[in-house]
């Protein structure tokens, strides 16, 4: 796949989050995925991506910066979003909060089969 495709498809998976349209997820992300060094699964993975827009209802996967180099893609993702309590240890209760995920994908056979993901807690913590 090269690079252009491998942009589209990362593009489709991140309307597909938007949409939250979880019977698509399996066109983009493998039955075998990991996420940070864990095996999930899709199964797992849909249901880690569920609780997060359930801890966050207007989530919205923005890319702010995307490279890729087949098979892997690296993107930085903007939110600006209210979560409705906790999130990741901390309190925010319904206050609005901007943050960044620097990701990693490596793909295999077309689909995401790997996750490498960082978020920038501090810059939750700050805005708290």
């Known amino acids: ?47 880690m991506l569920e609780g997060d827009f359930r801890a966050i ?9 995307l490279l890729a180099d087949p098979p892997q893609v690296a993107s930085r993702l903007a939110f600006d979003c209210t979560p409705v309590g906790e999130l990741f240890g901390l309190a925010v209760n319904g206050r609005r909060v901007r943050f960044a995920e620097n990701v990693f994908y490596a793909y295999r056979d077309g689909l995401i089969h790997d996750v490498r993901s960082v978020i920038d807690t501090g810059a939750i913590a700050a805005q708290l």
Do not use: K
């Open 1 to 47: 796949m090269d690079r252009n495709a491998l942009c589209t498809l990362y593009h489709g998976y991140l309307d597909c989050l938007n949409r939250q349209d979880w019977a698509a997820l399996g066109q983009f992300v493998h039955p075998e995925v990991r996420h940070n060094g864990r095996a999930l699964g899709l199964a797992g993975y849909r249901a």
């Open 57 to 65: 209802p207007d989530l919205v996967f923005r890319i702010e910066l």
